[in-house]
Structures are given as C-alpha cells and as structure tokens.
C-alpha cells in the first residue's frame, strides 16, 4: 500500500507509474491539475460504483454540484461535507484497496 507522500512523490514523473490501476491514475492526474484525463478514466467505465464515485467527486471539484450529486446517487453515496482534500485522501485509501 503507497502512502498519501509516496503517491505525492510521484508527481514529479511525467506519467503516472504503469503498476498504478486506473482508478490511481485519474487520482494522480488529478492531483497533477489535468482535470480532463481524470475524467475520461472516470468515464471509460460508468454505471461501476468505484468509477461513479470517482466521476462524482471529479464534478464536485470542478463545482458543478448538480452534476456531482447525479454521480454520488449513481455510487450509492452522499456528497461528502469534507473538504476536496480529505475526500481525496479517502479515495486514494479506497482505490488503493481494489
């Protein structure tokens, strides 16, 4: 299991490491601002519960809460009332479990 700072270290490599399963990679393009690529992986497998989750947290960040909340019903989930951060941090913790 990677650590939040492991995974952060990794922000310096130009891609995301190849051992990393895809729901890790749209975490690590998110966390390296492209936005769009995140979101293709979130799409690439809609209507499976851990890509809508991450579909839904990706329209948060981008503060299209209507569009968010579509996404957290579609999980099976809420949207969270803790910061982008933590729900971040959580993610990583979760996908690193799949």
Do not use: C
């Not at 299991?1 to 749209?26: D, K």
């Not at 293709?40 to 981008?62: P, V």
Request: zero cysteines; hydrophobic letters at 35%.
């Amino acid at each position: 299991m990677i650590t939040v700072q492991e995974f952060i270290t990794t922000l310096q490599e130009p891609q995301p490491p190849q051992a990393f399963s895809q729901l890790l990679q749209a975490l690590w393009y998110d966390a390296k601002g492209d936005w769009n690529a995140a979101h293709e992986i979130a799409q690439s497998k809609e209507g499976t519960r851990t890509y809508d989750r991450l579909h839904a947290y990706l329209h948060r960040k981008e503060g299209d809460n209507w569009n968010a909340n579509y996404w957290y019903r579609r999980a099976k989930t809420t949207m969270p009332t803790i910061s982008l951060d933590d729900e971040w941090n959580n993610l990583l913790q979760a996908f690193q479990n799949l």
